[in-house]
C-alpha cells in the first residue's frame, strides 16, 4: 500500500486572511535536480470543499515534469515523465499552506518525487504572491518541508512555523552582511574627490537604499509569522512558562539583527548627510574659482574687444580713406574753379566801370557846350549814384 506524504509551503502574505489566486496560468519552469534535467508543467486546479454550512476553495496542483534519468538509474538515458498531483489539504490564514501527495514506485521515483516538490516551492509562490521587497532570486532561501506524517497547522509553536521562523534568521542574517559590505564601500569614498568612480559610487548608494526599502518590506511578511496566533514560544519573554530556548534564541537573534540594521540605516543617513555637505562645500568653493576666473576672463574679453573695435575702425578707415582724399581734391577743384570765375567778374566791372567814368565825363563836357553847368554838389550826386550801381 502507497502511504502519503505531506508538504508545507508558506506563502509570504502582509496580513493576516485566507490566501488568494491571482495568477491561473499554468507555469513552465526548468529545475536542475541531482544532475538530471526536468521540464516542469505546473497547473493550479480550483476545487471547492464543503464543511459542514459552508465551503472551502483549495488550490490542488497537477504537475507533469520531462526528465532524463542520470547513470545508474532505473532506464538511465531514456526520456522518463513523472506526472505528479498535490492535494490542497489545508491552509492558514498566516500563509502556511498543505499538500498531500502519493509516493511514486521505486526509491528512485520517491527520491526525484521529493526533490521535486521541494524544488517547485518557488514557482508555486508565483500563483498567491507577486515577488515585492526581494528579488525573485532570494525566495530560494526558504525551504519547503516535506515529512511522512501530517503536521497540524493549527497549532501552537508547529513545527511548520517554527521551520519558516528559522529560516527567517538566516535570511535575515545574510541580508545584515551584505548591508554591511555596502555601506564600508560608501564609508571608504571620499566624499570631496570628484572623479571617475563618482557614477560606480552613486551606484553603490542606490543599492544600499533599495537594500534597506526591502528590508523593511521584507519585515511585515516576517510579522505575519512571528505575531501569528500560533506563535507561543519564538518571542522575547524569558518569563513564559516551560519556555523553549531554542526558539527564544532565533526571536532573539531576529531581534537583534533588526536592532543592528536600524541602526546601520541611522549611519548612513548622518553619513550621507555629512559627505553630501562637505561635498556642498567642495562645490561653493570650486564655483568660487570659477566665478572669480570668469570675471578676469570677462575683463580681458573687453579689452580684447575693444582693441578688435580700433583695429576694426582703422581698416575700415584705411578702406575709406582714398575715396576721401579724391573727393576733397575734386571740391578743390570746383573751388578754385569758382574763385577764377569771380576773379573775372571783377575784372568785368572794373572794366565797366572806367566806360561809365568816361561817358559821366563826356556828359559834363557836353553839358558845358550846352551852357548847363551842373553845380558841383550835382556833379558829386551824380558820381555817387554811378559808384552804386557798379559795386
Known sequence: MVSPKYCYYWIPVTTHTNLELIREKPINCYLPIDEIGHVVTINVILREERKKSSSVVRYDLQIHSQVRLKS???????????DLFLENTDYSQN?????????????????IEVELVRNIYHHVKSFFHKHTFHQKNTSYLFEALVCKRRIDIHKNDNKVLTHFLAGYEFRFASIHDNMMLMYRLVEEHE??????????QLDIR?????????????KIYYNCLFYSQYNASCVLRTEAPNPDKKLHRIALNIHNLFE?????????LFLSEYQGLIQTHSMLKT??????????????????????GIITYLQWYDDKLPRIEEELSRQQIKIEAVTLHIKEIQADSRALRTVLDRMIYMDSLNWARTGIIQSP?????QISISEEIFK
Open 377 to 381: 554838389f550835382q556833379a558829386q550826386e
Open 95 to 111: 500563509g502556511i499552506i498543505e499538500y498531500r501527495f502519493n509516493e511514486g514506485v521505486g526509491a528512485e521515483y520517491e527520491t
Open 191 to 200: 566624499p570631496n574627490s570628484f572623479d571617475d568612480d563618482i557614477a560606480n
Open 287 to 308: 564655483a568660487k574659482k570659477a566665478s572669480n576666473t570668469a570675471w578676469w576672463m570677462a575683463v580681458i574679453f573687453g579689452v580684447v574687444s575693444v582693441i578688435s
Open 206 to 218: 542606490r543599492q544600499l537604499n533599495e537594500a534597506f526599502m526591502n528590508f523593511f518590506g521584507e
Open 260 to 268: 543592528k540594521i536600524e541602526m546601520l540605516q541611522r549611519q548612513n
Open 72 to 82: 545508474g538509474q532505473l532506464g538511465s538515458g531514456s526520456e522518463q515523465s513523472c
